[in-house]
């Protein structure tokens, strides 16, 4: 259920209220619209345009640059989330602005977008803390997008639920994956990773590298590296769970920023990926 509240609401709530401290959007109205009445529309319309299709669900790769440019292909992912239930949500993705040694948790009670409060799961952050590559930074998260973009897809997707965001630093797939799978629990549990591919290279080259990236990751590769994905440390471990587990990988959509309307001589690569 979303419930839309706005900005002055929240901020009286968190007066009102000392158990509730936020950590406000630091990218809505520039990745996606500040408006909630607009950002509804536009994720929703993306949505629609989506593919239907029926296909069990644990985790999923998604992008996240603005919504003009990637959008489209995370609501392809995110439309196989329709009709399902997951009561939590861990989203991993990287740290693009301050410098992370392991993993990073959040100390907030709620991650805010323009559609209203989304409860962090204390209790679940509170029982990987025990790890050393985990550490709490509130100054990590205030800044970074690539959690923040996919938070009003969630809020349409899914009913209620809680989040548990860790932004990916300096950490191994096997650091990581340690940390997935104490997070794993069961069915109603859903594996979120954030992630862009190459970067900055001219269309026809980024394509023959991305198609590699995504070759691999439908592989279950845990070796990526950064020129290959910006979120390929978060990637790395979850493959690493999922070579364990043996979950099948799956292709949803690949495309670049050229493809969206982007300068074609330097562009950004998307894919959108779902473990089953």
């Given at each position: 259920?979303?419930?839309?509240?706005?900005?002055?609401?929240?901020?009286?709530?968190a007066?009102?209220?000392?158990?509730?401290?936020?950590?406000?959007?630091a990218?809505?109205?520039?990745?996606?619209?500040?408006?909630?009445?607009?950002?509804?529309?536009?994720?929703?319309s993306?949505l629609?345009?989506?593919?239907?299709?029926?296909?069990?669900?644990?985790?999923?790769?998604?992008?996240h640059?603005?919504?003009?440019?990637?959008?489209?292909?995370?609501?392809?992912a995110y439309?196989?989330?329709?009709d399902?239930e997951?009561?939590?949500?861990?989203?991993?993705?990287?740290?693009h602005?301050v410098y992370?040694?392991?993993?990073?948790a959040?100390?907030?009670?709620?991650?805010a977008?323009p559609?209203?409060?989304?409860?962090?799961?204390s209790?679940a952050?509170?029982?990987?803390?025990?790890?050393?590559?985990v550490?709490v930074?509130?100054?990590?998260?205030?800044?970074?997008?690539?959690?923040?973009?996919?938070?009003?897809f969630?809020?349409?997707?899914?009913?209620?639920?809680?989040?548990?965001?860790?932004l990916?630093g300096?950490a191994?797939a096997?650091?990581t994956?340690?940390?997935?799978?104490r997070?794993?629990?069961?069915?109603?549990t859903?594996?979120?990773?954030?992630?862009?591919?190459?970067?900055?290279?001219?269309?026809?080259?980024?394509?023959?590298?991305?198609?590699?990236t995504s070759t691999?990751?439908?592989?279950?590769?845990e070796?990526?590296?950064?020129?290959?994905?910006?979120?390929?440390?978060a990637?790395n471990g979850?493959?690493?769970?999922?070579?364990k587990?043996?979950?099948n990988?799956?292709?949803?959509?690949l495309c670049?920023?050229?493809?969206?309307?982007?300068d074609?001589?330097?562009?950004?690569?998307?894919?959108?990926?779902?473990?089953?």
């Amino acid at each position: 259920m979303v419930v839309i509240l706005p900005k002055s609401t929240i901020r009286a709530m968190a007066i009102a209220d000392d158990d509730i401290t936020i950590r406000h959007p630091a990218v809505a109205g520039t990745f996606y619209p500040a408006d909630a009445g607009a950002l509804q529309d536009q994720v929703q319309s993306m949505l629609a345009r989506s593919t239907e299709q029926t296909i069990s669900v644990k985790a999923l790769i998604v992008p996240h640059a603005g919504y003009m440019y990637s959008g489209q292909v995370a609501a392809q992912a995110y439309r196989l989330l329709q009709d399902k239930e997951f009561a939590h949500v861990v989203l991993l993705g990287p740290a693009h602005y301050v410098y992370v040694e392991g993993l990073a948790a959040p100390s907030v009670s709620h991650f805010a977008t323009p559609l209203g409060l989304i409860p962090i799961n204390s209790q679940a952050i509170a029982g990987i803390l025990d790890l050393p590559q985990v550490s709490v930074s509130d100054q990590a998260h205030a800044p970074e997008h690539s959690l923040e973009v996919q938070l009003p897809f969630l809020q349409r997707v899914l009913a209620d639920f809680t989040l548990i965001p860790l932004l990916v630093g300096k950490a191994t797939a096997e650091q990581t994956a340690q940390v997935i799978e104490r997070l794993w629990s069961d069915q109603d549990t859903l594996i979120l990773v954030s992630s862009d591919l190459s970067h900055f290279h001219p269309y026809s080259e980024a394509q023959k590298i991305d198609q590699r990236t995504s070759t691999a990751i439908c592989h279950r590769s845990e070796t990526l590296s950064g020129e290959q994905a910006c979120g390929c440390r978060a990637i790395n471990g979850l493959m690493h769970c999922a070579e364990k587990r043996g979950l099948n990988v799956k292709p949803i959509a690949l495309c670049n920023s050229g493809d969206t309307g982007g300068d074609k001589s330097r562009v950004v690569g998307y894919g959108a990926y779902v473990l089953y």
